[in-house]
T-cell receptor
Framework: NAGVMQNPRHLVRRRGQEARLRCSPMKGHSHVYWYRQLPEEGLKFMVYLQKENIIDESGMPKERFSAEFPKEGPSILRIQQVVRGDSAAYFC???????????????FGPGTRLTVL | LAKTTQPISMDSYEGQEVNITCSHNNIATNDYITWYQQFPSQGPRFIIQGYKTKVTNEVASLFIPADRKSSTLSLPRVSLSDTAVYYCLVYSSASKIIFGSGTRLSIRP
């Protein structure tokens, strides 16, 4: 049973280019979360998606960032016109359910390290 | 959302027991206490979760007092491979997880 998969693992972009980060959740998981982590800091929540729906994007910057989780295929985090401040590790996680007073574990992928030159 | 407070860093030696305490004074009735571990260049990994009293698995133990305003993660007989950042999280819904800065644990030979 493969875990959460992310690709690419490393991505280098020049300022102004677009970055596309992909996340395939664990089999059977329909909830996907994206986080950003700067060096020496904790993870910062960005967005929570279910299939074809954005549930919570309160952590997503208002401009240049978008996310989707289509009916078929991986979840995509898209960053347009990247700037140096976008350099970070971006982690995707998935879970089988998101609410309720019960055991809810998020399974994390290995992350994509984005470097903006 | 309950905020957690934990030490920024801790040092210990191989073979010792390590206890990391986390404060969560405004924990809600529905909140669970969960600990994650993160190695460099990897995503966080679930360690243990509990609601009250004591929980033990093959990796760690989690002690939660009756008032639930704090919790202690206990790692028995640590090894060098336990060097990592440990995050204490408090939440009831997996859609509302907030990671703090964690505790950077360093294990020495």
């Amino acid at each position: 049973n493969a875990g959460v998969m992310q690709n690419p693992r490393h991505l280098v972009r020049r300022r102004g280019q677009e970055a596309r980060l992909r996340c395939s959740p664990m089999k059977g998981h329909s909830h996907v979360y994206w986080y950003r982590q700067l060096p020496e800091e904790g993870l910062k929540f960005m967005v929570y998606l279910q299939k074809e729906n954005i549930i919570d994007e309160s952590g997503m910057p208002k401009e240049r960032f978008s996310a989707e989780f289509p009916k078929e295929g991986p979840s995509i985090l898209r960053i347009q016109q990247v700037v140096r401040g976008d350099s970070a590790a971006y982690f995707c996680a998935s879970s089988s359910q998101a609410s309720g007073i019960s055991y809810n574990e998020q399974f994390f992928g290995p992350g994509t390290r984005l470097t903006v030159l | 959302l309950a905020k957690t407070t934990q030490p920024i860093s801790m040092d210990s030696y191989e073979g010792q027991e390590v206890n990391i305490t986390c404060s969560h004074n405004n924990i809600a009735t529905n909140d669970y206490i969960t600990w994650y571990q993160q190695f460099p260049s990897q995503g966080p990994r679930f360690i243990i979760q509990g609601y009250k009293t004591k929980v033990t698995n093959e990796v760690a133990s989690l002690f939660i007092p009756a008032d639930r305003k704090s919790s202690t993660l206990s790692l028995p007989r640590v090894s060098l491979s336990d060097t990592a950042v440990y995050y204490c999280l408090v939440y009831s819904s997996a859609s509302k997880i907030i990671f703090g800065s964690g505790t950077r644990l360093s294990i020495r030979p």
